[in-house]
Every structure is written in structure tokens, then in C-alpha cells.
């Protein structure tokens, strides 16, 4: 086990109804308020009229920015940073998935300096000095982002999408209400479990190896994401296994499976430079992704993929070679991905095989943790990925 | 899963040598600092002399709070608070296990009101409305203390052993250095261990067992800990698995497994009543008592009992009854306790048959879950327990 530090302060109301908390948390702040949100869904489904309810109740002066994308932008930031200074906010209220909340916390660090907040923070890493405090109510299972510091924007002129996390950009509380996921587009589930077994996988499959807890959560958890989805895809009404999902998601990411390991993070920024160039769902990147990337590693640490399929998939390991075991545990994940319509080459989302060397140049590079990872792995992964 | 509320701020600082994130830590609080410790250990470890030398490199004014017993009494308590007020005390550091940190917590909440604290908060269940600051060096895995909000003290006179917790009573930060638990006592180390495990039933062996992520987790940290202490028994300076034992301590009970749980606690109070009128060690107790309070109670819900068998024991589980698998289950625990030189008899800890009735007069009745416990109920488990 890796030397660690581990603080999460973020303070999560869960189950039905959970909203009911909202008043006496947005007691702590002044009455202006900036509510983000998407692409108008929330107005569908109830949730937007009873965050207004609320809000007038607490005499809040409510200010919107909505029309936060997936893979959310520099521009929409920039609206937001402006909308805080103009309007003297006082807290922000991220109502949606990913996107919303990674958008609000980049708008958290911009708005609390003079500096450009693209520069500074996604680009150049500085320290975030101050942050304007925001709470989130989610809508989706799937990036995490309701109970950690990171976030994730995208440059789309310069074709980069890259995070940057900071210990002030916790959300101060997130209300996590399972029945909210109900009405979620079944694409739109299929892909936020993708994106929480990735989240698992870039924490699992990396160094050390030595019987680490967290590898033992992380299993837990795996095979408890993967029944649940199953339910949800039949019952998208079923109660249970939309609550696991939603927890799910925010286990997979709160940092108590990254305890103690590497971590790996690069299929994530092949994705990343995946969606800066063709703006794909970043689960439908991830499905395409994940299994190559496995594949192209999987030698350095076969016995970490032996002890994956043998306990997440149950694969029988008598008679077989390591690396038969490790290729079918790996095999099953993209099968599972297969069966669940998650698609698994670059073809299925319309990215060309041609645009593999430009997405490969674009990729930011990280130290990976099974294989150092040069340019040229990256290209090869997505070879594979064709 | 049931609704559920959860914030854990602790900042932990876990890994060899984690002591040098204390100055850092210390910059926070003013210059009168309360060291609160045990029998002296530290003193033979060098812990107590890398503190001091950080205290005075910080130019910290110490004062020391030292001699907190296992089972920490009401009288250190006041001791402690009597010695906050004299010292106008800005900041306490605990150094060692549950119990020191546990009395810390008392004297926390205690030294923050005019009114008694006993009276107050373990009987009268009060508001803590401010606490003083603290902070923990953990010197041994097993309470979780280091991680949550509540503790344990014990009227002695009185013969009542009772906890009290408040989200104001979160260490504000937690070192967690695995090499400080190379020295201890074998005898305490089976102890911690046992504690461990117990934290982890108390959720776990609780309703709702509807297939929640929380209870996938709690086999894994099970598994983990039975393997780790075999590891650690056979070699106490096994730098992995005592960092293993050491987080597991915490994840037992910093509220993650507890998630959406009901949980039950009735083990827990019998084993205060046991140390209350006999000062036997907390994990001793809780060896008694756990398998026969499992036998007591498995009836109620025999389809847990027989995933406990077969995920965490590996009993096959083909032919039979649930009723046998169940049993075998708990039956393999229980002899695991034994294997690992844990009593499992009140005669072991010179508890006689007779004590039995005043006893369970004097245990505190929660709900329970499974089993919905009266005082009958209580001697019952009591009796099997001889």
C-alpha cells in the first residue's frame, strides 16, 4: 500500500426525497444564487420547478445559466465566471450530471480570481487560492464528480479536454435522490456505468499489487455495478438498483478505492483527446477504449488480470495459461460492453481509422502505471481500437 | 438501501514516517497544546519523543494528559477538561488507540460547555454545540476511532459503559503510520483485530439486505482483515499487512459499510456491560460475545448468514440447509477466534456464570435488527456465551 492522504468533506444526502434538505444547506449562503444546469431535461421532470419552490421559500434571487453541454466548454465557464461577477453570487447549485458539476467547479475557481481560469488552473496547474462554494443535486450515475475535487473542460478550438481537481473545489453537500435517474435516456445509463467501471478500472489495474484493500473494494464494487445495471436496463424503475448505481458512482470516484495505488488515468485521456476532436459521449469513448487498452498492457501484470477474471467474471483458471485467463477476463469486460450497446470500436462511433494518428498527437500524455505509455502505445492502443 | 445522510471530513495522513505532515497541521491552532496518551508505550517507541521535538520546533506550550486507561473512565475525562480550563488549552493531540482518542473526544465536547459532560452527552444524548479541536496519532488498528465521531467511557462507579458521538467530534486530521503498531502486544493486536471484524457485523448482520453495495464491501474488508492478521501473526513487522489492518480499522467504521444499513449494535452493548463490571479487554469481549449473538439471532434472516458462509468462509453450501450453512458460518468465526488465541467463553475471562443475570440487567437495549432484543433476550445470548 502506497503512502496516501485521504480527506472527502463533502456531505451527501441520499434516498427519495433527499431535496428536503436543500433548505436548511442553502441556509449558509447569501441570497444570490447561480443555478446550472443543462439542456432542460430538469424542467421535464419536476426537479427544476422544485428547486425554484424552494428557493423562493428561502428568498433566494435565483440567476441561470443553463445549456451546460456534455463535454462542457471554455465558453460556457467564461458565461458562468461573467453571470457570478455581474450578479454578486454568492453560492452556485449544479443541477444535473458530469458536465454541470465539472462546468460549476470550473466556474468555482475562475470567479474567484483575475486570472483566465483555462490558463491558470487546466492548463498550467496553479494553485486554486479561493473557490466560490456550490452544492449539486444529481441526475445522473456516472462521473463522480458529486464527491470529489476534479473536474473535466474541453478547449474546442484547441482540441484539448483535460481536469484539473483542487482540494477547495469539493462540492460543500450533493443531494442524491436514485428516483431522479429514472427517466435518464437508456444510452445516456449505459454510458454512465461505463464511465463508473472505468473510473474502477483506472485505480484497479494499476501498481502496487500486493492485496491492497482498496483492489478487494474495487471487485465489490465491480460486480455490484454490473448486477445493478443489469436490473436498471430491464427495470429502469426498479428502486434498488438505481440507488446501488447512484452510490456507485460517487464510490467509484470519492477516492476511497484509489487508496494506496498508482492509478493509471491514461485510457481516460486517449478518451479525453477522443471527444476534443469527434465530441462523442465520454462512456461511449470509454467502452471504445478500455478493453484495447487492457489488452495492450495486460503483459506486464498477468496475474493482476488472472485475480480480475477469476473474481469479477468468474472465469474458470484451471489448466490455462495466464495469459489465456487474463485475455478472456478482458474479453468478457468487452463483451459485457457488447451486450449492454455500448459500442467497442472507434468505427461504431464514426471516428475514422485515418484520424487515429491526429487523436494519437493529441493525447496528453500521463505516466500510465502497468506500461509506460509514449505516443506511439497510444497510437497502437487505438489500432486496436479500429 | 435505506436513506442516508453522510460527511466524513477527516483529513488522514497514512504511511511510514506520516509524522512529518504534523507541524503542518499544528500551524493551524494556537500555542497551548494537551497531549493525551496511555501507559507510556509511546515513550518507549520513540513516538512520544518525535512529538515533543515537533512541539517544540512549532513552539507549542505542552501540556500532557497521560495514564488514559483501556475503557477510559469518567475521572480521566474530568481530569482532562479540568486541564483544558486551567491552560486556556487551544489545541489536544491524542496519541494512541481507542481509547486515549476516545477520552479525547469526551474532554472535546466536555471542556466546550459549562454543564457536566457525562450527564450531558452519554446519558442525557445532548447537542454538542462546540467542541475543542483535536487531532490523532493512531498507535494501534482497531476502533476506528480515528476516523469517526464517536467514543466510548465508562462509569465506573456507576457500572455503566456508554458511547456518545456528534459531527463536531471528527479528528481534524489523523496520522496513521503502520510501523507504530510493530511493537504492540500480540494480545492487542488479536484484540484490534476482533474489534475490526465486530464493526463490520454490526452493519453487515443488519437489515436491509437487499443486495446493498455496503454489505459487498464489508466481505471484502472481512476477507482482508483475516488475511492481513494471519500474515501479521506469523510476522509482526509486515510493513503490508499491518497498513492493511491499520486502514481497515478505519473503513470499519468511518461509516462507508454502515452505508443504507440499518445496523444493529446489540453485540456492542452487551460487551460495555461485560467491560463496565469487569474491565475486561473491549475485543475480548467482543470474541464471546459476537458468534453466540449470531447464533441467538441467524433464525430471523438465515439467507445472510448463508452468503456469509459462502463468500467469506468459503463453506460449500451444496445439500444443505440453510440452517446448517448458516451455522457452519458462524461456527467457522468462531473457531477462527480460537485459532487466533481470542477467548470465546465468559470463563476464559473470568467472567462467571453467576454475573449472567446483573449483567444483562445492566446492558443497554438498542432495537437490534434481526432480532428485536428485550433483557431475556440479552441473559439468553449471555447464557450460550458460558
Same mark, same amino acid.
Given at each position: 500500500?502506497?503512502?496516501?492522504?485521504?480527506?472527502?468533506?463533502?456531505?451527501?444526502h441520499?434516498?427519495?426525497?433527499?431535496?428536503?434538505?436543500?433548505?436548511?444547506?442553502?441556509?449558509?449562503?447569501?441570497?444570490?444564487?447561480?443555478?446550472?444546469?443543462?439542456?432542460?431535461?430538469?424542467?421535464?421532470?419536476g426537479?427544476?420547478?422544485?428547486?425554484i419552490?424552494?428557493?423562493?421559500?428561502?428568498?433566494?434571487?435565483?440567476?441561470?445559466?443553463?445549456?451546460?453541454?456534455?463535454?462542457?466548454?471554455?465558453?460556457?465557464?467564461?458565461?458562468?465566471?461573467?453571470?457570478?461577477?455581474?450578479n454578486?453570487?454568492?453560492f452556485m447549485?449544479?443541477?444535473?450530471?458530469?458536465?454541470?458539476?465539472?462546468c460549476?467547479?470550473?466556474i468555482?475557481?475562475?470567479?474567484?480570481?483575475?486570472?483566465?481560469?483555462?490558463?491558470?488552473?487546466?492548463?498550467?496547474?496553479g494553485?486554486?487560492?479561493?473557490?466560490l462554494?456550490?452544492?449539486t443535486?444529481?441526475?445522473?450515475?456516472?462521473?463522480?464528480?458529486e464527491?470529489?475535487?476534479?473536474?473535466?473542460?474541453? !478547449?474546442?478550438?484547441? *482540441?484539448?479536454? +483535460?481536469? @484539473?481537481?483542487? &482540494?477547495r473545489?469539493?462540492?460543500?453537500? #450533493?443531494? $442524491?435522490?436514485?428516483?431522479?435517474?429514472?427517466?435518464?435516456?437508456?444510452?445516456?445509463?449505459?454510458?454512465?456505468?461505463?464511465?463508473?467501471?472505468s473510473?474502477i478500472m483506472?485505480?484497479?489495474?494499476?501498481?502496487?499489487?500486493?492485496?491492497n484493500?482498496?483492489?478487494?473494494?474495487?471487485?465489490?464494487?465491480?460486480?455490484?455495478?454490473?448486477a445493478?445495471? !443489469?436490473?436498471?436496463l *430491464?427495470?429502469? +424503475?426498479? @428502486?434498488?438498483? &438505481?440507488?446501488?448505481?447512484?452510490?456507485? #458512482?460517487? $464510490?467509484?470516484?470519492?477516492?476511497?478505492?484509489?487508496?494506496?495505488?498508482?492509478q493509471?488515468?491514461?485510457t481516460?485521456?486517449?478518451?479525453?483527446a477522443?471527444?476534443?476532436?469527434?465530441?462523442?459521449?465520454?462512456?461511449?469513448?470509454?467502452a471504445v477504449?478500455?478493453?484495447?487498452?487492457?489488452?495492450?498492457?495486460?503483459?506486464?501484470?498477468?496475474?493482476?488480470?488472472?485475480?480480475?477474471?477469476?473474481?469479477?467474471?468468474?472465469?474458470?483458471t484451471?489448466?490455462?495459461?495466464?495469459?489465456?485467463?487474463?485475455?478472456?477476463?478482458?474479453?468478457?469486460?468487452?463483451?459485457?460492453?457488447?451486450?449492454?450497446?455500448?459500442?467497442?470500436?472507434?468505427?461504431?462511433?464514426?471516428?475514422?481509422?485515418?484520424?487515429?494518428?491526429?487523436?494519437a498527437?493529441?493525447?496528453?500524455?500521463?505516466?500510465?502505471?502497468?506500461?509506460?505509455?509514449?505516443?506511439?502505445?497510444?497510437?497502437?492502443?487505438?489500432l486496436?481500437?479500429?
Amino acid at each position: 500500500m502506497r503512502d496516501f492522504n485521504f480527506c472527502n468533506p463533502v456531505r451527501v444526502h441520499f434516498g427519495q426525497n433527499a431535496i428536503r434538505h436543500l433548505p436548511a444547506e442553502l441556509a449558509d449562503y447569501g441570497p444570490n444564487v447561480l443555478l446550472i444546469y443543462g439542456g432542460g431535461s430538469i424542467k421535464k421532470n419536476g426537479i427544476y420547478d422544485a428547486v425554484i419552490k424552494i428557493m423562493g421559500e428561502q428568498k433566494k434571487n435565483v440567476f441561470e445559466l443553463s445549456g451546460v453541454m456534455a463535454n462542457p466548454r471554455t465558453e460556457k465557464v467564461y458565461e458562468g465566471i461573467e453571470m457570478v461577477r455581474e450578479n454578486n453570487i454568492d453560492f452556485m447549485l449544479a443541477v444535473g450530471g458530469g458536465s454541470v458539476i465539472d462546468c460549476t467547479k470550473a466556474i468555482s475557481a475562475g470567479s474567484r480570481t483575475d486570472k483566465d481560469f483555462w490558463e491558470t488552473f487546466f492548463i498550467g496547474r496553479g494553485e486554486c487560492q479561493d473557490a466560490l462554494p456550490f452544492g449539486t443535486i444529481l441526475t445522473i450515475a456516472a462521473t463522480g464528480s458529486e464527491m470529489n475535487s476534479g473536474g473535466v473542460i474541453t !478547449n474546442w478550438e484547441k *482540441k484539448i479536454k +483535460t481536469s @484539473y481537481g483542487h &482540494r477547495r473545489l469539493f462540492p460543500k453537500f #450533493s443531494i $442524491l435522490d436514485p428516483i431522479y435517474t429514472y427517466t435518464l435516456p437508456k444510452n445516456q445509463m449505459i454510458y454512465g456505468a461505463v464511465d463508473i467501471l472505468s473510473h474502477i478500472m483506472e485505480a484497479y489495474f494499476s501498481y502496487p499489487d500486493d492485496g491492497n484493500v482498496s483492489d478487494d473494494i474495487a471487485e465489490a464494487l465491480t460486480k455490484n455495478v454490473i448486477a445493478n445495471l !443489469n436490473v436498471a436496463l *430491464k427495470e429502469p +424503475t426498479n @428502486y434498488h438498483a &438505481r440507488a446501488n448505481l447512484m452510490w456507485a #458512482s460517487s $464510490l467509484a470516484l470519492n477516492g476511497i478505492i484509489n487508496i494506496g495505488k498508482e492509478q493509471d488515468w491514461m485510457t481516460h485521456q486517449i478518451e479525453h483527446a477522443l471527444s476534443a476532436f469527434y465530441d462523442i459521449p465520454h462512456g461511449a469513448g470509454l467502452a471504445v477504449v478500455h478493453p484495447n487498452y487492457l489488452k495492450y498492457v495486460y503483459g506486464n501484470a498477468p496475474k493482476k488480470f488472472v485475480r480480475y477474471a477469476a473474481n469479477v467474471w468468474q472465469i474458470p483458471t484451471a489448466g490455462k495459461t495466464e495469459e489465456k485467463i487474463a485475455l478472456e477476463g478482458i474479453g468478457r469486460l468487452q463483451q459485457y460492453f457488447r451486450e449492454i450497446g455500448a459500442p467497442t470500436t472507434l468505427a461504431e462511433v464514426n471516428i475514422p481509422a485515418e484520424a487515429i494518428g491526429e487523436i494519437a498527437a493529441g493525447t496528453n500524455l500521463l505516466p500510465g502505471s502497468y506500461h509506460p505509455m509514449t505516443r506511439e502505445d497510444v497510437k497502437n492502443v487505438l489500432l486496436l481500437c479500429k
